[in-house]
């Protein structure tokens, strides 16, 4: 025992160290197993390893230097058990297993890629219960688990836990009598075994559980984390490349693990035997001195044996490492995908779908002896074919962001050639940040925000002189780039033009002055950067959607759905028909089933599920968002169908529209596609031709074959137009190719077979675009634009020769089709030009605006999605932490408004009632609605203040608000209280400042209404106008409801106005968007390229009689509080215009009030 006493005499003094420190280390052992568990790696290493231990050493608490509470709370032994029982082998998933087994309340687990719950599965084996609340009568199995003692596991918990389930989750348990204890469920009283354990498990990823559950469960987060997949992903590639070397890894782990234990336990049989040992008789006790022999010899070779397995272990990892760059491109991939159901709900995937996919791809790849090359090989392979599944499923809007994500995933990590990585620029790309309030040399041609955005572009290393330049320099070189049709394809002036050999730093100039070409820009800087960028840009881009399906159709297996996310138009019944025709000879009711989900379809697509599983058909249940209930119990029956093992044959379509009712677990185990309806007017149009076939076409008069054409590209406009945004339509309709089939049907019963020369045009009009049309149409701004076409293209002139683009003059012409044959019409739907937004008789600026919004919002959800602080270039980082911006954001906008509140009592008070006007009501109303956003502003910043401080805990309320003001965005409660805007915040808090100053102005001086009032800076602006009625009635003694605004734009700007108007108000604060005003003959013109908005004059706006006769010249202008219109309508104003007022209509031309940062 040589050898012994010395290990022993070692291990009795650290003992007594211990003894001492047992307190500390049992504290800080404690607090990690209460409290750490739902962080992630980062913050919790931060907690005990900084706050917690630092806290022990200065409370003066006893501490063994170093102490690692895993460590304290499992042995060595324990964590290789757990690893043999499947438990991944990362530090996280290790930190997770030591708190399960250690925590004395429920452990809840969040473990949306259920490593977790297999491993306690493989864990507790058949010992355990399994339920899930979707169940039938699970509440008696949860009882009958309590009664016997037994291990329970609740799968799939949602936010909510069944309040039934109230006094278990509390422990609620009542002593009977000296050992028997009972417990209350659902009124009624049970026994209650000490020995039952509950364990819960949740596959939300980000759960929010009310702080009851917290404090009676312990949270565990059991998300797989990057290292921790990567490590699993290494696995699977060696095990699938080099077999035998996965193997040798997985016996040595197994044995060094067994070793572990085998040596713990012999030395707890030694110190056991020795002390049931008689001291005076040790030396004749032979089982004892054999015993201990044997104990040294197996202790001896275990000790060779470890050493050995070390010098394996070192040379098997040496192997495996060639493969690590392949398994961290695995890991990459897996959380870029999984990000992706925060911009749509059904991007949905699991990590087992993941992982097949994984495989597939290994399977694909071309076989090479170079393990380096292979390693390339299989990167490339496994990016492409994750890629193609992923993309396969998105929406086209979408599919950008996903190939940006990845992009600038592996930017940011240096591993693209070409470019180097800059935080700060990238930052930029990302956010856009921009000056506010700068004066704009420039503003003659570049709009005030661009302008911000050059100056915040000029502080970042590199562009110190870009300002200058674009000032000073070369302002009409830089105005001509500005001005090009593409100016990503052309060369910067002076020396900018070297930006050409770096790219991204070229595409942070034109998310400076040309955002509206920033999508196309950006995607030719991903084909490319991008290795084989093309192939990602462009993926599936030269195949039918029958191709897709077809290559899908090969992944898919009989526990596999393909999930069809439906857009408007899309229909992808008939190509599985025509795919299962030529595959299976598909034959409905044979061995196809096809259920449209409704009420009382539920009992029917059971049915057909069932014969298909046992029989091997083909089963297609669509619309299944319907019926988001019954949604639950298809998850269910899937589940039972994937462990009964289906007919191989067996296969489910399953159709939805984007619909958050739809359960992650049918979502994650799915392929899905979209089909969406092809984009731009001449894929519309060529659709819309298509429906009417040759046969028909031919048999029909050739009047009604020159109205279909016109229905035709009356139905495309439609459908098209509503990429323009608020320019298009005030709402969205759901138009569908059954309109134009119905409009057809219509008009073929009214002039087929009839004799009268004279067509009814004034009948077709009222048809198609009050009941067809129309019957969408719940705007009546909407329904006018659509009465206008209607007139433009339903006359006389439609017969012979009609111009097919509305009021172009001439800068675009494409005119209707002569009366002829089937094939000339197609000919000539392909003669029609490049889109333009002049097809629309809207102003080429219009796309601009459209394509502005669409990388704004493209960019939004990148910010959301990455996070755009990613690697800031600043040394202090926590100078950049959300957090600290948040805090200084708060401290600021609280110093700007803390002293803002109106005496609108005190005013009130001092005013008589004859002094008290409808204009002075008015002032005092809008005084009330800025003290109550400016007292919730004050409220909220100042208990947000508190939370920073750690004297008020952070609520959900406190934790978005820090969000939003990090993020640059509008807090939702002051939205709700405050006046329609759609500014930025930092460009808010300005206008707030803005119209508190109107109002400092009048309260100063209630009796004198401003001479010039902005309506803009008011939060209701209809009550001014309605003020003016007010008077009118009053002075000309006339009823209030047959009074209307009129406006008559005078030639002077606010400044010039020295007294007020003699008749009603002068107002200002009014912008004219999709045309512009010309003073000099004081009418509506066309406006100047990219100009989006133009200032009107000072407008008078008085009261009058409503009149019936309606003015040739005068364009009924809608006006609206924000560029996003509809629900924020204002007024109708009248303006003089020399064109038909019905080209303003189509043009879509408004007023605005508050333009934000245009």
């Known amino acids: 025992l040589a050898d012994e006493y010395q290990r022993w005499t070692g291990s009795v003094k650290e003992l007594k160290a211990l003894q001492q420190m047992l307190i500390g280390n049992c504290l800080l052992s404690s607090a990690f197993v209460g409290y750490i568990s739902p962080f992630s790696m980062k913050l919790r290493a931060e907690l005990w390893k900084t706050v917690w231990t630092n806290d022990i050493a200065e409370r003066g608490i006893p501490v063994t230097k170093g102490i690692d509470p895993l460590k304290v709370l499992a042995t060595e032994a324990d964590i290789a058990g757990w690893q043999n029982e499947g438990l991944p082998s990362d530090r996280i998933s290790v930190e997770n297993a030591a708190v399960v087994t250690s925590c004395s309340r429920w452990p809840l687990m969040i473990d949306p890629q259920l490593q977790g719950v297999k491993w306690i599965k493989q864990r507790l084996g058949e010992d355990l219960s399994i339920l899930q609340f979707t169940m039938n009568s699970w509440l008696q199995k949860v009882i009958f688990s309590i009664q016997m003692g037994g291990q329970l596991l609740i799968e799939a918990v949602g936010q909510e836990i069944d309040p039934i389930l109230e006094p278990v989750l509390s422990r609620a348990v009542i002593k009977r009598g000296r050992n028997a204890a009972i417990i209350k469920i659902a009124g009624e009283e049970i026994d209650y075994d000490s020995n039952f354990q509950l364990y819960l498990q949740s596959k939300l990823p980000n759960p929010h559980y009310r702080p009851e559950i917290a404090a009676q469960c312990t949270i565990i987060n059991f998300i797989v984390t990057p290292e921790g997949l990567e490590d699993q992903i290494l696995a699977m590639v060696v095990n699938v490349e080099k077999p035998e070397l996965e193997q040798d890894k997985q016996e040595l782990v197994r044995k060094q693990n067994e070793y572990k234990v085998t040596l713990s336990q012999l030395e707890d049989d030694l110190l056991s035997q020795l002390s049931a040992a008689d001291p005076s008789t040790i030396l004749d006790n032979l089982p004892l001195i054999e015993g201990l022999e044997k104990t040294k010899a197996t202790s001896k070779e275990i000790a060779v044996q470890v050493a050995q397995a070390q010098i394996t272990e070192v040379e098997i ?153 674009m000032e000073k320099d070369a302002p009409s070189r830089f105005k001509e780039w500005f001005n090009e049709l593409t100016p990503e394809d052309a060369k910067l002036p002076l020396d900018w033009k070297r930006l050409d050999q770096v790219p991204f730093q070229k595409l942070m100039v034109l998310r400076c002055l040309r955002p509206d070409r920033m999508c196309g820009a950006l995607a030719e800087w991903i084909r490319n950067i991008l290795p084989n960028g093309r192939d990602y840009m462009d993926c599936d881009g030269s195949s039918s959607f029958r191709q897709i399906l077809q290559n899908s159709f090969e992944d898919s297996t009989s526990t596999t759905p393909i999930f069809f996310i439906l857009s408007p138009g899309a229909d992808p019944v008939k190509e599985v028909e025509a795919m299962g025709k030529s595959l299976i000879g598909l034959q409905l009711g044979s061995n196809y089933w096809n259920v449209a989900m409704g009420q009382g379809q539920d009992v029917i697509a059971m049915a057909k599920l069932d014969i298909g599983h046992r029989e091997g058909h083909w089963v297609m249940l669509q619309n299944i968002h319907l019926m988001p209930k019954w949604c639950v119990e298809l998850e269910k029956k899937l589940d039972i169908f994937a462990v009964e093992n289906s007919h191989p044959n067996f296969r489910v379509f399953l159709s939805a529209d984007p619909s958050n009712g739809i359960p992650i677990g049918i979502l994650e185990r799915s392929i899905k596609l979209t089909n969406e309806p092809p984009q731009g007017m001449l894929a519309n149009l060529r659709r819309s031709f298509a429906l009417f076939s040759k046969e028909d076409f031919e048999d029909r008069d050739t009047k009604v074959k020159a109205i279909l054409f016109a229905l035709c590209h009356f139905h495309s406009l439609m459908l098209e137009r509503k990429k323009f945004g608020p320019m298009g339509y005030n709402m969205k309709y759901p138009f569908s190719s059954g309109d134009l089939r119905d409009s057809a049907q219509v008009l073929y019963n009214y002039l087929e077979g009839s004799t009268s020369v004279k067509i009814p045009w004034d009948d077709l009009r009222y048809i198609f675009g009050e009941i067809m049309y129309g019957g969408h149409i719940v705007d009546d701004w909407d329904r006018r634009m659509c009465e206008k076409y209607l007139l433009y293209f339903m006359r006389d002139e439609l017969l012979d020769e009609i111009e097919m683009v509305p009021y172009a003059d001439g800068k675009l012409s494409w005119l209707s089709p002569q009366p002829g044959p089937h094939e000339r019409y197609l000919e000539h739907i392909e003669t029609m030009p490049a889109e333009s937004p002049l097809f629309f008789g809207m102003h080429p600026n219009a796309e601009i605006n459209f394509r502005t919004v669409q990388c704004d919002r493209t960019f939004d959800t990148l910010v959301m999605l990455i996070g755009g602080s990613g690697g800031s270039s600043s040394d202090d980082d926590a100078a950049m932490s959300p957090m600290v911006i948040a805090e200084n954001t708060c401290s600021e906008i609280l110093e700007e408004v803390l002293e803002k509140k109106f005496a609108t009592d005190d005013t009130a008070r001092n005013l008589s009632d004859e002094e008290k006007g409808p204009y002075q009501f008015v002032f005092l109303q809008e005084c009330e609605y800025m003290n109550g956003l400016v007292f919730e502003m004050v409220r909220g910043l100042q208990e947000l203040q508190l939370g920073f401080k750690g004297e008020l805990t952070m609520s959900e309320v406190m934790e978005d ?198």
């Open 317 to 469: 990892n040496t192997s495996r490492e060639l493969y690590r760059p392949v398994a961290a491109e695995g890991s990459m991939l897996f959380f870029l995908i999984i990000q992706l159901c925060f911009i749509e709900h059904m991007y949905q995937y699991s990590l087992e779908s993941f992982v097949s996919f994984l495989y597939k791809a290994i399977d694909r790849t071309e076989a090479t002896d170079d393990l380096a090359e292979r390693s390339k090989r299989l990167i490339s392979m496994i990016r492409m074919t994750i890629f193609r599944w992923v993309n396969r499923g998105l929406f086209e809007d979408h599919k950008l962001i996903f190939c940006a994500m990845l992009t600038f995933k592996l930017f940011a990590q240096n591993r693209l050639v070409g470019e180097d990585y800059n935080a700060a620029y990238f930052n930029f790309l990302l956010r856009a940040p921009f000056v506010v309030g700068a004066e704009n040399p420039l503003e003659d041609w570049l709009p005030n925000k661009n302008w911000g955005l050059v100056l915040k572009l000029s502080e970042l290393e590199g562009f110190e002189n870009f300002t200058t330049n």
């Open 961 to 1158: 608000l820090a969000h939003s003001l990090y993020s640059e965005k509008l807090p939702t409660w002051w939205v709700k209280l405050g006046f329609a805007s759609t500014r930025p915040l930092k460009s808010w808090r300005v206008n707030l400042q803005d119209r508190c100053a109107q109002l400092d102005d009048w309260i100063a001086e209630p009796l004198n209404i401003p001479k010039v009032v902005d309506i803009s800076r008011l939060f209701n602006p209809q009550s001014f106008l309605t003020a003016i009625k007010q008077l009118t009635c009053q002075s000309q003694k006339l009823e209030l409801d047959k009074l209307q605004v009129f406006t008559e734009v005078t030639k002077r700007d606010a400044k010039q106005v020295d007294a007020e108007s003699k008749e009603g108000a002068f107002v200002t604060g009014m912008f004219l968007e999709g045309a512009r005003w010309d003073s000099t003959s004081n009418s509506l013109e066309d406006s100047r390229p990219k100009e989006m908005f133009t200032a009107m004059p000072v407008i008078t706006c008085k009261a009058g009689l409503q009149s019936e006769k309606q003015d040739k010249n005068v364009y009924m202008c809608p006006t609206y509080c924000v560029p996003t219109r509809r629900p924020y309508f204002v007024f109708t104003a009248q303006l003089r215009t020399k064109a038909p007022p019905d080209k303003w209509v189509l043009a879509g031309v408004a007023m605005i009030l508050d333009i934000g940062g245009a």
